[in-house]
């Protein structure tokens, strides 16, 4: 495979290789049906064949997306415990419309036509879950794709659906035991290796993935269990360039504000995270009236990393000037000279400790021609983390030349040496060493009632009514302090591992950092830094009560079959938060604070399927849909003082307790072909009418409340996020999935899923991050593509997958679910899975996969592509093993 010039791959995916794979299945279907009836005759029902693999996880999908009463995207699993990806955010970035974050090498956080993870929920079963990180977004990875049996994007709403989201709604189900007819017994076994090797002393670059599930029934098929285990153990290797920002400088040139780089950064991460799933379903049958199912999942997550290389403050360092080089037409120094610079060498530990458990227990009952559903369910998620920083530099400062030229990653001379311990020593410009240690929490319990009345009318078969009550509580506890060495900060022969290789800057000093800190640090113990580091703490909870009704159409529009449904929800909100407000210098005290908001939401919805002759579709959605505040935004806190400390303006940041959801009208319509279950091409469109969203603002306040003595003014600036009005986002997609065997036999096992999406907006948001600016929405990629070519034949089979999305605003995480904004260049991921089943050993079938095949680094930048952010390399992650099926 080769790899093009800048890291990108050679193998590219583009607008009109898509387009031309849609729309030549579409022409191919349509001249297939035009040819049959000039012959006169009707098209054959197409025979039920067994088919297993690949092939079934496509058109068991189809199969749901083309009897779904609303818009939707499927994923199915190719056999039990056996999704087509390693990742269940993977399979989803696959999907028409949708696209991945990467997260440490991996997809994690999902975009539904073109908006942030947030805008979208995720449920389990049917229930809406709990998220690790401090807002609404669920981290995918923390879900087995091998506990995983389907799962179903909705993009448009349902009165029915509860807890659905803006954008869309992800609902992941496990099996359900009485599905199946027999006893099924999978174990999956799987070694991996990352192809970077060993970037640190002591690190990993091999892991493994294990899982085992087991479905049964009993008691003359009345009682049905399934239990499942998934174990991974993965490296975590990754090398990263970071030029953190792009600041303006009046100093450097006479007369003139040039952008100058605020720090820079080089680390090699390293370690491994273990994460084990455990999920059980129960089913219950005894009457053909009644069945009750309880289904639970549990997993358990663990991240052990350590982060070696060096920073180097510029901007923020008082000491620091700059000689200019290079200053390009947009006012940019791309090269010069940083004066008097002062590099920290820092080799960090980082562990993570999340637990995620959902159960639910959903009952039904079958009276005549009434359906009664009583469901009781709980999420919790548990967040834990400890960052230990120690710091080490040289006794005089030093010089340090920059040249950007060759794009990301500059040339830099650096003047120094950092891998001597004996010109090193503990402390520099961050202090001798420091812990954060936040922990998050969330518990969301929900009780739904539900019944439907099925009924004959020329219109309507059933009429559905019911009230879900749900309460979510999410708390924030940020434990934090520095720590002093003992005697001279010396590092011990003994402690040392050797020199740490970074990206443009010179090798660094790698220690054993426990040895470190038992050698030179005393005990210290993390707590909540008051006042100062107070306002990290907060607690949110969230009451929402939904009732809803639902009329069910079955109906013909001109002879021909007219299905779907009409309904409303209606939804009040009560949100509260508990935090503290700082008054900074000079007062540096506390003041507790307890606000929120109540407000009702009205949300009708129509979805329209109308089925046309040769198996033609066309699909009409409407609806009125919401997405709450981010907690991490809802949250109280406040930061408020003075701009000369004693005297000035006032100045305030924060969250804000009082914002309302994003709000939308939302239009859909999509025509689809299908072949049988074998294939399907569509063509959709969509249009949502932002009525509100949400953005971080700083405008004028009044800050008498707060009695800032000193103050020159009451009035002053208030940064927190807002609430803003009006906007549009629109989309067109397109998608095929055809095997090849429907043109030619010669082409029999090959096929082809491809879809591209196109989305624009006109909304752009005030974001301080990147200088007075505006930027689109996050997560919007104006262009997302997915191609997948397939064989499977004779036992064998091949798979190469790509995707691809547009530069777009990412949210990327930090210390304790924080994120920051960053423009993300594209992105373009391949994937390959080539696999065998032996027919000599039933059931027995090996399966070698490699993500990111092309090695590609993910790139950002700071505002405009001459300001660059970041780079970070994670390897091929390459897996080999074999599948067992009794």
Not at 469 to 478: F, T, V
Not at 702 to 730: R, V
Request: hydrophobic share 35%.
């Amino acid at each position: 495979m080769k790899i093009s010039k800048g890291g990108q791959p050679a193998f590219q995916l583009s607008p009109v290789a898509v387009g031309c794979a849609v729309f030549l299945a579409l022409a191919g279907a349509q001249a297939s049906a035009q040819t049959q009836a000039a012959d006169g005759v009707q098209a054959a029902p197409v025979s039920t064949v067994t088919v297993t693999g690949i092939r079934r996880s496509i058109e068991d999908a189809i199969a749901v997306k083309r009897d779904a009463t609303s818009i939707v995207e499927t994923i199915s699993a190719e056999d039990i415990g056996k999704l087509p990806d390693i990742s269940i955010a993977e399979s989803l970035a696959r999907l028409p419309g949708l696209s991945a974050q990467r997260v440490n090498g991996q997809a994690q956080q999902i975009s539904i036509r073109g908006t942030s993870g947030d805008l979208s929920t995720a449920l389990l079963n049917g229930r809406e879950q709990v998220s690790t990180s401090a807002n609404r977004t669920v981290e995918y990875d923390q879900y087995p794709s091998e506990l995983i049996n389907a799962v179903t994007v909705y993009k448009t709403s349902d009165a029915a659906l509860v807890g659905q989201g803006l954008s869309g709604t992800v609902n992941l189900q496990t099996i359900k035991p009485l599905s199946l007819r027999e006893r099924v017994v999978t174990l999956n076994v799987r070694g991996e290796k990352n192809s970077q090797g060993k970037l640190s002393t002591g690190s990993k670059d091999k892991g493994s993935r294990i899982s085992a599930s087991y479905v049964d029934q009993f008691l003359g098929r009345t009682l049905g269990v399934a239990v499942g285990y998934a174990r991974a153990d993965k490296p975590n290797e990754s090398k990263q360039f970071e030029t953190w920002d792009w600041v303006d400088n009046t100093s450097s040139v006479p007369g003139k504000t040039v952008k100058v780089p605020k720090g820079i950064k080089s680390l090699a991460q390293t370690g491994n995270q273990v994460r084990d799933g455990l999920m059980g379903v129960v089913e219950w049958h005894p009457i053909r009236e009644f069945t009750s199912t309880i289904d639970a999942y549990h997993s358990r997550f663990k991240l052990d990393e350590d982060r070696r290389g060096m920073e180097v403050q510029l901007t923020d360092d008082g000491n620091v000037s700059f000689t200019p080089g290079t200053i390009n037409g947009n006012g940019v120094m791309t090269a010069g000279t940083a004066n008097n610079v002062n590099p920290v060498v820092r080799n960090n530990h980082y562990r993570q400790n999340d637990t995620l458990t959902a159960y639910g227990w959903n009952n039904k009952y079958i009276a005549g021609d009434w359906t009664f559903v009583a469901d009781l369910s709980h999420s919790q998620a548990d967040h834990k983390e400890e960052l230990d920083e120690i710091n080490t530099g040289l006794a005089a400062r030093q010089t340090m030349t920059f040249d950007y030229a060759n794009g990301t990653i500059p040339n830099i001379g650096l003047t120094g040496v950092y891998d001597n311990p004996a010109l090193l020593a503990i402390g520099g410009q961050y202090g001798d060493g420091y812990v954060n240690a936040p922990h998050l929490k969330d518990k969301l319990n929900s009780f739904r009632l539900s019944a439907e009345y099925r009924f004959d009318s020329k219109l309507f078969n059933s009429v559905e009514f019911g009230v879900n009550a749900s309460k979510r509580d999410k708390q924030k506890q940020h434990l934090e302090t520095g720590f002093t060495k003992l005697g001279t900060g010396a590092i011990a022969a003994g402690a040392v591992n050797g020199s740490q290789s970074l990206y443009a800057l010179p090798d660094t000093l790698s220690w054993d950092i426990p040895a470190v800190l038992a050698q030179n640090f005393g005990p210290y113990t993390p707590a909540v830094l008051v006042p100062w580091g107070a306002t990290k703490n907060w607690t949110i909870t969230e009451k929402v009560q939904t009732a809803y009704a639902k009329l069910n159409i079955d109906t013909e529009l001109m002879s021909m079959p007219l299905r779907g449904n009409v309904g409303i929800q209606a939804v009040h909100t009560d949100q509260s938060s508990t935090a503290k407000t700082l008054r900074a210098w000079p007062f540096a005290d506390l003041v507790p604070l307890t606000d929120g908001k109540k407000y009702n939401d009205y949300l009708p919805s129509i979805n329209l399927i109308w089925s046309l002759p040769e198996q033609q579709i066309i699909r009409f959605g409407a609806n009125k849909t919401l997405a709450r505040p981010r907690l991490d935004e809802l949250n109280a806190s406040r930061e408020v003082g003075l701009t000369h400390q004693s005297t000035g303006t006032p100045y305030g940041n924060g969250g804000n307790a009082q914002l309302d959801p994003w709000r939308a009208n939302a239009v859909d319509l999509s025509w689809e072909k299908y072949f049988g279950n074998k294939g399907y091409v569509q063509v959709a469109g969509f249009y949502k009418d932002l009525k509100s969203y949400i953005y971080t603002v700083t405008e004028p306040r009044d800050f008498s409340e707060y009695q800032l003595q000193g103050a020159t003014s009451n009035i002053g600036t208030m940064t927190q996020p807002k609430n803003g009005n009006g906007g549009k986002l629109q989309g067109l997609e397109l998608a095929a999935s055809v095997p090849l065997d429907m043109f030619t036999p010669v082409l029999s096992g090959f096929g082809i899923t491809a879809n591209a999406a196109f989305t624009t907006s006109e909304i752009s948001i005030k974001n301080q991050s990147f200088g007075d600016m505006s930027i689109p929405l996050p997560g919007l990629s104006k262009r997302v593509f997915n191609l997948t070519a397939y064989y499977e034949n004779d036992g064998f089979s091949a798979r190469v997958a790509q995707r691809y999305r547009s530069d777009y605003v990412a949210e990327i995480g930090g210390v304790g679910g924080a994120t920051e904004l960053t423009f993300t260049k594209p992105d373009r991921v391949v994937d390959l899975q080539l696999g065998y089943d032996f027919k000599q050993v039933k059931g027995l079938s090996v399966l070698f996969q490699v993500n990111n095949l092309t090695d590609t680094a993910f790139q950002t930048y700071s505002g405009s592509t001459d300001r660059p952010r970041g780079y970070t390399k994670y390897g091929r992650q390459m897996l080999f093993g074999f599948n067992y099926k009794l």
